[in-house]
């Protein structure tokens, strides 16, 4: 729902993918991998967990002219909102122990 028709969604391998949006500047590309992220975070599923993303993004002409160099800009963008995600969460929480020894 967040992709406009003419984007493209791929699966670059495991659990990475990429979107193509054409015509998208870096400011659309933030926002819509912001969207994409707070998307993930939102969705319920019936008491599962909810699922969490790291998202990077790149500009073509501007990060790069080729797939690697965009694919590396991405990659940077991604691993240090990562790392801001988490000094601003601060410490993993504790899991607490309900007695059932993981039953």
Sequence with gaps: ALLRTDDTLARVGGDEFAIIAPGADGD???RM??????????ASGDGLPRP???VGWAVFPEDGRDYETLLQAADARMLRSKRERRRDQGPPAKEIDSG???R
């Design 100 to 102: 059932t020894n993981g």
């Design 33 to 42: 991998a912001e969207s994409i992220r707070a998307g993930a975070a939102t």
């Design 28 to 30: 659309r590309a933030e």
């Design 52 to 54: 969490t993303l790291s």
